[in-house]
Structures are given as structure tokens and as C-alpha cells.
């Protein structure tokens, strides 16, 4: 599967902004999708991942309460819902998409960046 991520850009602290990922391709509702992020010298790290019918989704500890992952399988989308923003939230986002360990099909990355 292609996908294709946007909605990065330019926030305020406390300010919010959504992530959408368009994927191309068959089955989209079969692939467990996930975003990640990867901030200046840091490794890339697993931000939320949803089952392939929306009914299971996982936060990592940091964005839990803030970040809402959804997917809408009719328009083959995925997106990432992420309020009151902080400057550590700042960061390449990337979506990717798996049928089983390990991710498999990648984003090119939108850049997310918070101001304090």
C-alpha cells in the first residue's frame, strides 16, 4: 500500500492540529495502521496505532489523552487527532501500515513543530 501523510505544520503550544493519511491500494480496512514520529536525534518511536476496523487503537504513554487516532476505511484514511500540543511533540511524523509485524509500508513524513 501507498500512503501519502499531510496536516503537518507551525503551532503554538496548547494548540492543536490533525494528520491525515491517505492510503492507495486494495484492502486498506485489512492493515493495522500506525503513526510515528521521530524528533532530532532521537530514534523513531511508535505515537498511536489502530486495528483495521477502528475498534482497538493504542497511545504510547507521552500523547495518551491528547492524540486520537481514527481511520476511515470508505475514504482509506487514517488520521491523527493532536491537541494541546508541547514543544517535545515537535517531530517528523510518519504513518505506515502493516498485515503483521513488522511495519512494512511507509509515509513520507509531514513535520510537525510546536513553539513554546
Known amino acids: 500500500v501507498q500512503l501519502q501523510a499531510s496536516g503537518g505544520g507551525l503551532v503554538q503550544a496548547g494548540g492543536s492540529l490533525r494528520l491525515s493519511c491517505a492510503a492507495s491500494?486494495?484492502?486498506?480496512?485489512?492493515?493495522?495502521m500506525g503513526w510515528f514520529r521521530q524528533a532530532p536525534g532521537k530514534e523513531r518511536e511508535l505515537v498511536a496505532e489502530?486495528?483495521?476496523?477502528?475498534?482497538?487503537?493504542y497511545y504510547t504513554d507521552p500523547v495518551k489523552g491528547r492524540f486520537t487516532i481514527t481511520r476511515d476505511n470508505a475514504k482509506n484514511t487514517v488520521y491523527l487527532q493532536m491537541n494541546s500540543l508541547r514543544p517535545e511533540d515537535t517531530a517528523v511524523y510518519y504513518c505506515?501500515?502493516?498485515?503483521?509485524?513488522?511495519?512494512?509500508?511507509w509515509g513520507q513524513g509531514t513535520q510537525v513543530t510546536v513553539s513554546s
Open positions: 505506515a501500515a502493516r498485515s503483521q509485524f513488522p511495519y512494512k509500508d
Open positions: 491500494g486494495r484492502a486498506f480496512s485489512t492493515y493495522i
Open positions: 489502530i486495528s483495521g476496523d477502528g475498534r482497538t487503537t
